[in-house]
């Protein structure tokens, strides 16, 4: 059983930083991919990052290339999204999901089978 779950969102002022993470367990090879969506209230989901787990290239949005940044911990089986200089724009809920891996690396939604929660990101002016 596949299972994703973040943690980490909360309430920061712009310009700020906060970092998510994501645990996910259940995948039978290394070659999944990981991603990042957000969803701001009335808008669709969007793209924000992804990363595959038996590669060091990472993927962003240009909305928040420069300024997030997505990475792993082998030992811990986390992913982490770092995020700096954080602006009003930024707030949504944020999920994390896992793709299999003929899908590793996509930035469409569809391609991820399996979801978190999500997590608030706050970001006041």
């Known amino acids: 059983q596949v299972h994703v779950e973040e943690s980490g969102g909360g309430l920061v002022q712009a310009g700020g930083s906060l970092r998510l993470s994501c645990a996910v367990t259940?995948?039978?090879?290394?070659?999944?991919?990981v991603g990042w969506f957000r969803q701001a209230s009335g808008k669709q989901r969007e793209f924000v990052s992804t990363?595959?787990?038996?590669?060091?290239?990472?993927v962003y949005a240009n909305s928040v290339k420069d300024r997030f940044t997505i990475s792993k911990d082998l030992v811990k089986k986390m992913v982490y999204l770092q995020m700096s200089s954080l602006k009003s724009e930024d707030t949504a809920v944020y999920y994390c999901?896992?793709?299999?891996?003929?899908?590793?690396?996509?930035?469409?939604?569809?391609?991820?089978?399996?979801w978190g929660q999500g997590t608030q990101v706050t970001v006041s002016s």
């Open positions: 259940g995948m039978s090879t290394t070659d999944y991919g």
């Open positions: 990363i595959t787990w038996s590669s060091d290239t990472p």
């Open positions: 999901a896992a793709a299999r891996p003929y899908y590793a690396g996509s930035t469409i939604p569809s391609s991820y089978a399996y």
